[in-house]
């Protein structure tokens, strides 16, 4: 395991123990279960919509190349500029470009884990120009100084007291304001920076093929903010993003509210189809799209793992995931967590330094079930597991273990030729190698379970 996968290793054991942490997540993530508890219930039958959806997706991949240049050409006809980046270093210099052409001095930015991928506030930052995060978790966590935690919900690792903390000592709010009064503080500090922004930024929640749009789906209207007011609106999406038709929205939109938040619908959706046109009083003057590939393509070359470009983000594999759960989404250290981040990474950033995230996961397979497009995540996870010991990445001790193990365990009698007391002993070391200081090993029993049938049935027989 390289050097990143120590890093892990040691954050996921002391965060694992950190009842603090704990307590909050699970307080915000048993929330999100009541709510898509109802979201779900609103739908007659919600597997055929998964199905449905799930069937697009793939009909996306294996069509890919052609629904991209189809959007190309209808929102290119609509005046916006498309730029293909095959890579961060490419996006990044768009964006410099960008920004240096409009002598841009403040961004505004709707929330948008693909410029998280790329470190979008950084390049600004570099070139002296503010870069505002408008939605609101993105923008406590930005406060903060620090990442998204959770690729729905930014900033689910903080509770009301700690905002309200945060807030007086950046922005001297009293310290016993209630979430209503401090979202209405940010409201007030975004509204200035709407108006003076010489630059927008987006995300896409998906790239439709027909019309050439761009669809962001939010809850607070920080989107249409965001688009409204500067002269430049720059869209940054992965290539997968893409569906076929705007129609289809009427299915994705629903399933991306209800498993991403339980809402039967996000709160506003908008299509951008382009610039400001010359008979319209608001929006762009240019728009650009930038479609960002940034290890996608070697997903899918990979015929086992290609199927996660599925993915719609709705964090519900997230929420899911017993691992997730007690480590938290800066264990990770990646702009993608939990199960789709374990999947995706290892492809976007190298086995090298990532396959580590594929054994993040008991396999239990709650993320397969609650997963909107039908995401085989465990099978996934496993064949990059196997990727990973075909590349010699796993330490060579665990090979001699597994060895020794099959060993044993081939025949019966190998469980028995030692004690129970010597295997207690044998397996402390065990605390080290993986299982965490903080968990006990159980107790082998002084005989095993055919030693003590043998002797029962001997004693019946006497
Ligand atoms: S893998 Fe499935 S459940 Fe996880 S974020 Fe993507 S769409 Fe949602």
Redesign the pocket.
Known sequence: MGSTGQKFKKAAEDIAFDERHRKTIQFNISRYDTAVAKGMARYNDVEKAKETAGAIKRDVLRNWGQYLLQFEKNITKNGAEVLWAKNTAEATAYIEQIIKENNARLLVKSKSMTTEEIELNHTAEKLGCESVETDLGEFIVQVAGERPYHIVTPAMHKSKGDIAKLFNEKFETPLESTPEELTEYVRQVLRKKYTTAQIGITGANFLIADVGGISVTENEGNGLMTTAFPKVHIVIAGIEKIIPEMQQLGLFYPLLAA?GTGQQMTAYNTIFTGPRKDNEVDGPEKMYVILLDNGRTDVYADAEARESLA???????LNACPVYKTIGGYTYDTTYSG??GSVLTPFLRGFKDFSHLSFASTLCGK?VE????K?P?TDILLANRRKTVEQHLRPGYEKAMMKGFEKMASKRIGFDVVSGQLKTFASRPFNKFGWGPGRLMPEFSAKSFSQLYRKRNKNIDK
Do not use: W
Request: net charge positive; proline share 12%.
């Open positions: 498993h993915c719609i983000r709705c964090g519900a594999c199960p789709i993320c609650v997963c909107p497009v995401i995540l």
